[in-house]
């Protein structure tokens, strides 16, 4: 498969996933250049060729191999692939969504992208109406582009959603429906090949589907990359806090990452009370398994909503004398009231820095003093590039390695001597 134009890679932005689907293209376009250069250099060298010459047969190659007579651009110079491809999104008075493709996609290797919990202002309707949708308008969003991009004729769909919809509705406790698993089924009925998410809320989800794929990615490189930046890890005596049960996995993977002692915060719930926000929640009381006193105290989990759980952590670990908090988020949701709750509870010196990713479009986080936000559009363009090239996953899916090579490189000469 070429590494220039042409090229049966595409993508398909739905509106609450453009943003993101922007980052990864951009990441794409550089990989591709990268490549080509690479491998022409490669080339020219094996067979003591000019590279000038192994270009215009490159570009020869694709010409030969298009459907099209030929292909537009400068035949001795790289030509760079066009991924994205032309969509127009209407939104109708009643509520009803239309994806239309401008241009073909027959044959081509489809990325569908949507973030489900991009509340921002959307652009649609060719920019004629300004919406802030719903996660239930987004998975509709998102299913009409997939029935779209099949009728166009798509040799294979993939749907890129870092936050998997409904992912917290994936095991029955009463008369309840297992939604997250409702939904793949429709996924897979819809003859999607592969899902790509971050961080997924439980294992368990992956169970739902019989033939499609689920790739779940880590943000915990480049959540570790910026908290090495927030405080020194040589210096500061940090210890990793899971904030609950269900996260202990998560945070004992950091623990073992960092070469740091694992704590636990439990707590009791009483689930006759919803949770309604960052104050009204359902927890009883808190306890914490281990020692914070004079460290600094970490925190991990996958999805932030309402906050109200983080913040109690929050406030508990500061009150048991944590010089410092700071929580990562894979997925920092922030609805409702949350942000303003954070900005108090920053106020009042409740934690230090949260961090999150920018799997979720969030204007209003990026103006807080407080938060930091680690871009991971670069993890799912690697993700993509191998999944349409069939090449290994490995090592990006389970990433201890790249962490393990990222502390070392945070530890002076002298430390690391001893």
């Given at each position: 498969?070429?590494?220039?134009?042409?090229?049966?890679?595409?993508?398909?932005?739905?509106?609450?996933?453009?943003?993101?689907?922007?980052?990864?293209?951009?990441?794409?376009?550089?990989?591709?250049?990268h490549?080509?250069?690479?491998?022409?250099?490669?080339?020219a060298?094996?067979?003591?060729i000019?590279k000038?010459?192994?270009?215009?047969?490159?570009?020869?190659?694709?010409?030969?191999?298009?459907?099209d007579?030929?292909?537009?651009?400068n035949?001795?110079?790289y030509?760079p692939p066009?991924?994205?491809?032309?969509?127009?999104?209407?939104?109708?008075?009643?509520?009803?969504?239309?994806?239309?493709l401008?241009?073909?996609?027959?044959?081509?290797?489809?990325?569908?992208?949507?973030?489900?919990?991009n509340?921002?202002?959307?652009?649609?309707?060719?920019?004629k109406?300004?919406?802030?949708?719903?996660v239930?308008?987004?998975v509709?969003g998102?299913?009409?582009?997939?029935?779209?991009v099949?009728?166009?004729?798509?040799?294979?769909?993939?749907?890129?959603?870092?936050?998997?919809?409904?992912?917290?509705?994936h095991?029955k406790?009463?008369?309840?429906?297992?939604?997250?698993?409702?939904?793949?089924?429709i996924?897979?009925s819809?003859?999607v090949?592969?899902?790509?998410?971050l961080?997924l809320h439980?294992?368990?989800?992956?169970?739902?589907?019989a033939?499609?794929?689920?790739?779940?990615?880590?943000?915990?490189?480049?959540?570790?990359?910026?908290?090495?930046k927030?405080?020194d890890?040589?210096?500061?005596?940090?210890?990793?806090?899971?904030?609950?049960t269900?996260?202990?996995?998560?945070?004992?993977?950091?623990?073992?990452?960092?070469?740091k002692?694992?704590?636990?915060?439990?707590k009791?719930?009483?689930?006759?009370?919803?949770?309604?926000?960052?104050?009204?929640?359902?927890?009883?009381s808190v306890?914490?398994?281990?020692?914070v006193?004079?460290?600094v105290?970490f925190?991990?989990?996958?999805?932030l909503g309402?906050?109200g759980t983080?913040?109690?952590?929050?406030?508990?670990?500061?009150?048991?004398?944590?010089?410092?908090?700071?929580?990562?988020i894979?997925?920092?949701?922030?609805?409702?009231?949350?942000?303003?709750?954070?900005?108090e509870?920053?106020?009042?010196?409740?934690f230090?820095?949260?961090?999150?990713?920018?799997?979720?479009?969030h204007?209003?986080l990026?103006n807080?003093?407080?938060?930091?936000?680690?871009n991971?559009?670069?993890?799912?363009?690697n993700?993509?590039?191998?999944?349409h090239h069939?090449?290994?996953?490995g090592?990006?899916?389970?990433n201890r390695?790249?962490?393990?090579?990222?502390?070392?490189?945070?530890?002076?000469?002298?430390?690391?001597?001893?």
């Amino acid at each position: 498969m070429p590494y220039s134009e042409p090229t049966d890679l595409a993508v398909v932005a739905c509106p609450g996933g453009e943003s993101f689907a922007n980052e990864v293209i951009t990441h794409l376009r550089h990989m591709y250049k990268h490549r080509f250069s690479l491998k022409s250099d490669v080339i020219a060298k094996r067979y003591g060729i000019e590279k000038e010459k192994v270009v215009q047969q490159m570009n020869l190659e694709n010409d030969v191999h298009t459907s099209d007579l030929c292909i537009r651009g400068n035949i001795e110079k790289y030509r760079p692939p066009v991924f994205k491809v032309n969509a127009s999104f209407t939104y109708f008075a009643n509520g009803e969504f239309k994806c239309e493709l401008n241009e073909c996609i027959r044959g081509k290797d489809v990325y569908i992208f949507q973030d489900v919990e991009n509340h921002e202002e959307i652009l649609m309707n060719g920019g004629k109406a300004k919406l802030k949708l719903s996660v239930n308008d987004h998975v509709m969003g998102l299913l009409v582009t997939i029935d779209a991009v099949r009728q166009a004729g798509a040799r294979q769909i993939t749907l890129v959603v870092p936050a998997y919809p409904y992912s917290r509705q994936h095991k029955k406790k009463s008369r309840e429906g297992l939604t997250a698993a409702l939904l793949g089924h429709i996924y897979e009925s819809m003859e999607v090949k592969r899902i790509i998410t971050l961080d997924l809320h439980s294992r368990e989800i992956v169970n739902a589907f019989a033939h499609t794929h689920c790739e779940n990615l880590h943000a915990s490189y480049q959540i570790i990359r910026e908290l090495a930046k927030a405080v020194d890890l040589t210096k500061e005596d940090l210890v990793v806090v899971s904030p609950d049960t269900g996260a202990i996995d998560r945070n004992k993977f950091y623990a073992t990452g960092l070469k740091k002692p694992l704590a636990m915060i439990y707590k009791e719930r009483d689930y006759s009370v919803v949770t309604q926000d960052a104050k009204n929640t359902n927890i009883k009381s808190v306890k914490l398994l281990g020692d914070v006193q004079g460290k600094v105290a970490f925190l991990a989990d996958d999805m932030l909503g309402t906050g109200g759980t983080l913040l109690k952590a929050m406030e508990f670990l500061h009150n048991n004398g944590a010089t410092k908090v700071i929580a990562a988020i894979s997925l920092p949701f922030f609805t409702g009231n949350a942000i303003e709750q954070f900005d108090e509870a920053y106020k009042k010196g409740l934690f230090y820095r949260i961090i999150g990713t920018n799997a979720v479009y969030h204007e209003d986080l990026l103006n807080r003093e407080w938060y930091i936000s680690t871009n991971v559009s670069g993890l799912f363009a690697n993700v993509i590039t191998r999944l349409h090239h069939n090449q290994s996953l490995g090592d990006l899916l389970d990433n201890r390695s790249i962490i393990d090579k990222l502390i070392k490189a945070s530890t002076p000469a002298e430390n690391n001597n001893n």
